[in-house]
């Protein structure tokens, strides 16, 4: 018996203090998002101080949580790393 699963999406927005560091965000993260598995992709830009990003994925609901966390984990570093410049 196969299980097919349902397609599921989000969308996040975080605002930054400006739109060159949400630019700078998105730059950094942008390596990272040309690697996703096939059935999911994930489309982001910015809109003056907000970083937007959209998540979709035909592979079910538990895959949309694992890129999520993964896009979240860079988005932080990359925080990290914009904080120290």
């Known amino acids: 018996m196969s299980r097919s699963s349902a397609p599921s999406e989000t969308s996040i ?3 930054y203090r400006s739109p060159e560091a ?8 942008a390596p990272d998002n040309a690697g996703v ?3 999911t992709s994930i ?4 809109d ?9 994925s035909t592979r079910g609901l538990g895959s949309l949580a694992s890129t999520l966390d ?3 984990s860079c988005v ?3 925080e990290a790393a914009l904080k120290q410049l």
């Open 37 to 39: 598995s096939e059935g």
């Open 43 to 46: 489309e982001a830009h910015v």
């Open 13 to 15: 927005a975080i605002e």
């Open 70 to 72: 993964d896009l979240l």
């Open 76 to 78: 932080q570093a990359a």
């Open 48 to 56: 003056g101080r907000t970083l937007m990003i959209s998540v979709h």
């Open 22 to 29: 949400a630019e700078a965000i998105l730059r950094a993260i």
